[in-house]
Structure formats: C-alpha cells, structure tokens
C-alpha cells in the first residue's frame, strides 16, 4: 500500500487516556523516515489544538502544532467562509470562541433586530443556558444556517464513562426549534476534501485510520478514500462485522500500520 497522507484518530487508536499504546512510536518514527505526511484530526472542538500536541509531545511523537493538528474547529470555519458567513451565534467553548472571533462578528444575545448567518455548536463543556435558548430563538425565529461541529453523541472519559457530546446539544435544539444541524467533523466528507484541498493530493493518497466505525470510518468511506478500523478502542470486530459498511482494513493495533506500508 502506498499513501502520501495518514488521517490519524487519537483516542483509542494512539491511546487510551495517558497509556501510548505498545509499537505506536516506532509507527511514527517509520512514517518520518519514509516521508509518509500524517496528521492528527479529532471532533473534539471544545479543547486547544495545544492540549493533543502537548500530550503527543510528551508520548515522545514526532509533530509539530502548526503541521500536523487539525480539529472540526478548522473545518468547520473553512466551511463557513466558503459560505461567506460574516455575522454568527456560537454555542462552544472559549477555545473555539476565540478562533470564531479571528474570522466572524459574533453575537450572543437573541435581539430580533439583529440578523446573524450562521448559529454555530461546538462541543460546549462551558455550557450557558442563556446561550442554547438564544440559539433556539435565532433558529426559530430567522433562517440562518445551522452549524456543528461535530455529531458525536458523547465523549469517552476515564473509567469507560461517558460525558454528553455536539451530538446531543443539537439534537435538544432540533427538538426545541425543529431544525435540524449540518454537522462539519467525521463522517462528515468536507473533512476529507479539507486535507484533499490543502495537500492538493488525490483520494488515493489518503488513510483515514480510527477506532470508531459511525465517525471515523464512515468518514472514509463517504469521502471514497481507504480505512483502517483498528480494534484498540471502540469497535469490536463484531461491532465491525455488523456495521453496514465495511472498512477497507480491519487491524488490531494500529502499528500493523509498519507492515501494510513496507
Ligand atoms: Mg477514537
């Protein structure tokens, strides 16, 4: 197999928590010597790019910040400039306020004399009630566009827990407003066509390489290009076996990845 770019997952393909997982830096380390690009995409948007680079960094793997993290923050903005958006309502963490803030005007209280473009979600662990029920009246009340970035319903934490994820906060404003949120991150295609576009390269060149079959792997597979479904995480080989759409590789460990590249 030949690919001049890896989409790599994090949690649960890497690691689990603060645990690398065996083989995982000599995989970068034979990326870097055959001068395989790879990069580090996650549908968290409610953290710093910083915090996965500085946990990559201390794992001992080759990266810089500015090269090899991407986020549904990213994709999600490029989306919006594409939709020549100006004016937004965001419902997210500081992190991406701050990145929104660089390219748009942002609103964050509902007046019906002040029009905005776009009402944007994000994953929002800083979450305001004040904020979700202005967003609801926006989306009731005028026709902007409807942004998320990501659709997962819950984030794994330690000890096999989970906490309430985009995917749920959208699904409570449908609910409440009766529109329904074009979601930016995995499975969503723009993520691949983001990279497609930046790299200028072809749908062969690329790897899309997770755990998770409804955001990772389909991500893949809506973008035409090749999976990896590793079973160090999330899906079992049951799970995958089940799923409807299959994967182009299934692997234990994504350090097979060495062989597969050889
Ligand atoms: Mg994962």
Redesign the pocket.
Known sequence: MKKKLIIF?????LYLGDDLFDGVRDLFNFLKEKKINYVFFTNNSSHDLDFYYQKMRRFDIPCTLEDNFYSSSEVTISYLLKKKVKTIFPLCNESLLKKLKEHFDIVTEYRKDVKVDAVVAGFYTELIYQRLRDGCLYLENQNPLFIATNGDYRCPIENMNFIPDCGGLIEWMRLTSGKKAKVMGKPNPEVINYFLDKYHLKKEDILVV???LYT?IQVGINADVDTLCVLS??ASLDDVKRYPHQPTYIKESVVSLIDMLK
């Open positions: 997952d994090m949690d649960g393909t997770g755990d998770r990772d995480g999330e």
